[in-house]
T-cell receptor
């Protein structure tokens, strides 16, 4: 199994509070991704990173920011959480960005915003 | 834009029944196609993939054939087991502004009863 961990695994927070989710990998893969999973939508890309300090927006980036200061860590921040951000968040990694390339997923973080 | 459509779930089958989960896609060019599986409480893992027309991906008794003429990548298994109960996601990766990034279908839940 690819070495990907996410923390925390579960979090309950209140509307308006900041929240940071962490993804940590031990595979030294260059590319990292944050997705959210919601019923009826599958997984949707929030942000991705193609190297240290190199990030870009995905399909549903509003209300989220990311940072990557080290190869192994990719942080997702909700500056002011809203109930619409209640979801399961998955981190993924890949060696390259080619169309043939497999992504490996972490175990997920279940976030509830009250 | 690129998109993936999966059949609605949940799908409920008895053990040893034949499984088909339909997946169709819209994409420019020649995408790669993937099936991911998510077991309860876990992240996604790659089940199989195909990178060009008429390719057949296979793994753990599951198969899917890349049909460009019908833009489909249906998942099949001849005899399902209780342990196959999971959520199955069809996904594509295509060239263009979203190079290498996965576009997911909404997921299909499979429940296999003894």
């Amino acid at each position: 199994d690819a070495g990907i961990t996410q923390s925390p695994r579960h979090k309950v927070t209140e509307t308006g509070t900041p929240v940071t989710l962490r993804c940590h990998q031990t595979e030294n893969h260059r590319y990292m991704y944050w997705y959210r999973q919601d019923p009826g939508h599958g997984l949707r890309l929030i942000h991705y990173s193609y190297g240290v300090k190199d990030t870009d927006k995905g399909e549903v980036s509003d209300g989220y920011s990311v940072s990557r200061s080290k190869t192994e860590d990719f942080l997702l921040t909700l500056e002011s959480a809203t109930s619409s951000q209640t979801s399961v968040y998955f981190c993924a990694i890949s060696e390259s960005e080619g169309v043939y390339n497999e992504q490996f997923f972490g175990p997920g973080t279940r976030l509830t915003v009250l | 834009g690129n998109s993936v459509t999966q059949m609605e779930g949940p799908v409920t089958l008895s053990e040893e029944a034949f499984l088909t989960i339909n997946c169709t896609y819209t994409a420019t060019g020649y995408p790669s196609l993937f099936w991911y599986v998510q077991y309860p409480g876990e992240g996604l893992q790659l089940l199989l993939k195909a990178t060009k027309a008429d390719d057949k991906g296979s793994n753990k008794g599951f198969e899917a054939t890349y049909r460009k003429e019908t833009t489909s990548f249906h998942l099949e298994k001849g005899s399902v087991q209780v342990s196959d109960s999971a959520v199955y996601f069809c996904a594509l990766s295509a060239l263009g502004s979203n190079t290498g990034k996965l576009i997911f279908g909404q997921g299909t839940t499979l429940q296999v009863k003894p």
